[in-house]
């Protein structure tokens, strides 16, 4: 049965005073941190109860040993691989007036614009000729960006072609759905659905979101749970930070995630912790109603890290190059890298013809993507473009069960190289494949289990002799 909000409890499973309740816990002692961190160690995730004490330290010597804990929850469960995509926006007309984005209805000097078929494949070819394989498609909300438009334009995406390359996999960020309709979507083959609840705290998502369909809280706060029932299995969470108190947020991203766990068996695949930026029209994103500081935000990425270990963290370029880089330390799984968010920009830039007109928001990070793997290349991690894991049907709860026990490990270190030998060889600049390709033959050396990696040296020779879009 599809859920309505009005046979729902006024504000869901989210208990505001109890959350409230929780967000005003002290820190932690040392002998409550050190039990709090030894639990973390355990890898098996941490109770609201936990999670409410660590976002309260404030002692730099204290966070300094959450952060180790994150970097060591990483390591453990996700090594040093991280996963690239890139967004793509097809459409930014909008009907809704969320006050914080460049996209709302009245932003009347924005210029809109809303892809067609040979737009979007031009956009594809750009992003595959830089080397990109997964995708996150996004729109607004306006009866000129229907479903039916969107399902086509993933049809578009998975169907072009440029040379051996195709998109190997679309997640989609689009306004809520009906069950019926998300079964529409699921039957593109797309990956994660992914819907941010900007805020968690109903008041003020009333004030945030004055007119529209948005609007309904209740209808998004469930959107989750139809997607669910709608047959995907992957979806991904998020809040905006800045709107409300961040540690409210944390605690009730953490609420959804247990909320999915009891009623499907399975919590979020990945969680998104994008941060209040400028945005062309909104008085409300250049002048930030409830910062929160780049140590707060290190703090809050640690402890999603080793409360939720196998749901991935996402960061987008919305946050500077130095930032990213600490944050990758701390627990960040997936990043974008040479993102645009004004649709069409990739193939216009390409041809020169583009400034950022028709942007959402403003950019922290501006390298393009060769740079973000160079730089990465630079502090040891692995790029991976990889998605294997979604195309042999290791999703949802399988993901999870896989992941729990730390296989993940074996077959995402090898598919990540994988990608990232053919990255090298197809994308990389001279110099980012001559140093990339050093790190990578010690990696593949480095394979503990002697089959494992005897199959992943066969498989990269496979690969440097012509073979591509190989995974275990
Ligand atoms: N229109 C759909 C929606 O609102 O769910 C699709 C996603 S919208 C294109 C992508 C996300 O951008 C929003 O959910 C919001 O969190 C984020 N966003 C909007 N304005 C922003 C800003 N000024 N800074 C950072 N993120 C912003
Ligand atoms: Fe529209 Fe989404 Fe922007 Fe709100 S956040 S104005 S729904 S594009």
Redesign the pocket.
Known sequence: MEKRPDTLPKHGFIDRDRLMSYAEASAPGEAELDAILAHALELHGLGIEEVARLIRVSDSGQRARILDAAMQVKEAIYGRRMVFFAPL?IG?T?S?N?L????RRDNKDLVRAVLGKAEIEAETRTLLKEGHKRLLM????SATTPLDYFLDAIDTVYAVREGQDHVRRINV????LSVADFARLKATNIGTY???Q?TYDQELYAVYHPSGP?RDYLN?LYVMDRAMEGGIEDVGI???F?LGDWRFEVLSMFEHARHLEETFGCGPHTV?V??????PG?A??NHVPSPLSDEDFMLLVATIRIAMPYTGIIL?T?ESEDMRNALFRYGVSQISAGSR?NPGAYAQEAEKKSGESGS???LGDHRDLDEVVSSLIDSGHVPSFCTGCYRKGRVGQDFMDLAKPGLIKEFCLPNGLFTFQEYLLDHASTSTRAKGQVLLDRLASEIERPEVRERAQTALAEIKAGGRDIYF
């Not at 914080?100 to 996209?103: D, E, I, L, M, T």
């Not at 996004?138 to 909300?141: K, Q």
């Not at 994008?274 to 945005?279: G, S």
């Open positions: 926006y930014n909008c809704n969320c914080y984005c460049g996209f996004l729109s607004g909300e960020e689009i306004a809520p992914v819907c941010f900007e948005k998004r998020g809040a905006l800045g998104s994008p941060r209040l930026q400028p945005a909104s409300i994103a987008s919305r968010t959402q928001f403003a």
